[in-house]
């Protein structure tokens, strides 16, 4: 009996790992497609300052719509991009795209509104130096409307990151930490990396009323005064959220309580309201 157990458990999980596997090369080969035939788009949503409630800037979030599949999860096939190299011509379509929309958006009177974007680590090799230059320079985006967030897990080589990640800070660029709070080296990263913001990750917000999160929240935004850096709590769902967030001097927030990430259209909608 345990013995046919255990054969059932062995296949059951060489099934899931092949399922698995066939999944990744399926998101592989479709997304060499994606970029051609247009298969992505931009999301935008918007980051608020606490204090007076009003936008000062977006991210953008990528969309995948492949014709058969439907929509897949930025989740689930950045890390197979990361995995298969696709990520540098996808990040650099995200970031040709996200500067170009923003810019149009201050052309229309929009004004002053930054835009971030996420950046894997993988993305750090010295030609996207080049690349963000090239970049701003087509789509005539000033550097200081740009912000680029990046994790620090996978992060291998933290003297190359270094020496990128200061080469665009001299462009004017800002850099954040996403997902501030999860990475085993945040701190060890905030000394060595030329930083200008931080984002709290939304896990932390989420249960903020807790006595032990509320403590954490509350140094990671001590932190950030201390460093003078900016900080934004992501993952903000309700208005008592805000009010902490806001009580503790948290600079921003970001979070379905103000907007969902939404098509350009609508961002344009949610500024004038
Ligand atoms: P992230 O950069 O930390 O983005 C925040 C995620 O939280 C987004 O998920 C957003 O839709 C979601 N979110 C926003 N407000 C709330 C809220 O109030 N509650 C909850 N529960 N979630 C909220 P999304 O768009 O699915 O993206 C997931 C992750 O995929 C991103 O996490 C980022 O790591 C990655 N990603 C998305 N777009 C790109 C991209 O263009 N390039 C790269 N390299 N990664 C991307
Ligand atoms: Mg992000
Ligand atoms: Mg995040
Ligand atoms: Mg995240």
């Known amino acids: 009996q345990a013995k ?39 999301v935008y949503q918007p980051i608020v300052r606490l204090a007076s409630d009003t ?13 058969t599949m439907g929509d897949v999860s930025p989740t689930e096939f950045i890390p197979v991009a990361e995995e298969t190299g696709q990520i540098h011509k996808i990040g650099e379509w995200v970031l040709r795209k996200a500067c170009l929309e923003i810019k149009q958006l201050h052309e229309a009177g929009y004004h002053d509104l930054t835009v971030a974007v996420n950046v894997s680590p993988k993305q750090l090799e010295r030609r996207f130096v080049k690349t963000v230059e090239n970049v701003l320079e087509e789509t005539g985006l000033p550097p200081q409307y740009l912000e680029l967030e990046i994790i620090e897990s996978l992060m291998q080589n933290i003297d190359t990151s270094k020496m990128i990640l200061q080469s665009l800070h001299d462009l004017g660029i800002g850099i954040v930490i996403d997902d501030f709070g999860t990475g085993y080296s945040s701190l060890y990263l905030l000394k060595e990396l030329p930083i200008d913001k931080l984002k709290i990750d939304k896990h932390f917000i989420k249960g903020v009323e807790d006595k032990t999160s509320l403590a954490i929240v509350k ?55």
């Open 55 to 67: 936008p000062v800037g977006v991210e953008a979030l990528v969309r995948w719509d492949h014709p």
């Open 219 to 273: 140094t990671m935004v001590d932190i950030g005064a201390n460093l003078h850096l900016k900080v934004v709590a992501e993952g903000i769902e309700a208005e008592w959220q805000r009010n902490i967030l806001h009580r503790l001097y948290c600079d921003y927030g970001q979070g379905y309580y103000y907007s969902e990430p939404v098509s350009l259209k609508d961002l344009k909608k949610y500024i004038r309201s």
């Open 4 to 42: 046919r157990l255990g054969k059932n458990r062995y296949y059951f999980f060489d099934e899931v790992l092949h399922r698995r596997i066939m999944r990744k090369l399926t998101l592989e080969m479709k997304l060499e497609k994606a970029i051609v035939e247009d298969q992505f788009t931009l």
